[in-house]
């Protein structure tokens, strides 16, 4: 996973947080509203709505809203019908992107994203052109200042909760795991203590798109007007540029 970290990216997002507070929160009700769809509104029997809450509740979104939308997922309100889809396109410079939407107008959805890769430099393409670059795995983050645990003994932990790997990053400890063994992973390490700066279930790139400093700065662009708009909840990308380009992403 070398050359993949997030930890940078979490950090800049986080501080941009407070700026984007309602918008966060209503993607996050989106992302609760399909995990409850999906697989029942009971967090204790729905892993995936379980890690929706969690995540919501990270960035102090109200309980109120929380049970609004599982309550129109399982029916007890009225609100609009969502689906999850996930678009593929290639960035400037040839790079690889993936956008993960909750959705209740799958044709405005993919004319805005459509939009916003040719005003960019790249295409919308069909499912499955750039799926295979990526791996889905879980992510657990552990900021270093949070723990009192040194290295050998939050690797020793890691590998007995059942993860796949750990990496030491610049304050921090990254963990992956297979999809399927995530919430078990994170369950046995919160037990001895350890708090996470993110738990998710995400897409890793199997190896990086080098490119020049033009198309990375385009590809910033990108990825920041998708970001903007309502529907969309993640973007992944396997850009590879220099430091101060890949700051900003």
Known sequence: MAGHSKWKNIQRRKNAQDAKRGKIFMKHAKDIYIA???GGGDPEM???LRLAVEKAKSDNMPNENIDRAIKKATGDLDGANFE?????????GGTAVMVEVLTDNK??????LRHAFSKNGGNLGEN???????DRKGYLLIDQSKTDADEDTVMLEVIEAGA???ETVEGAYEIYTDPEDFQDVK?????????FETAEITMIPQTLSEVDESAGNKMVKLVQMLEDMEDVQEVYHN????????EQI
């Open 36 to 38: 409850a769809k999906q």
């Open 46 to 48: 729905n892993a995936s």
């Open 84 to 92: 999850e889809l996930t678009y593929e396109g290639y960035g400037p």
């Open 107 to 112: 044709n405005r959805t993919a004319s805005e």
């Open 128 to 134: 499955g052109c750039v799926a295979f670059m990526f």
């Open 164 to 166: 796949e790997e750990m």
């Open 187 to 195: 369950s046995t390490l919160e037990e001895s203590e350890f708090t």
């Open 239 to 246: 850009m590879d540029a220099n430091e101060e380009i890949m």
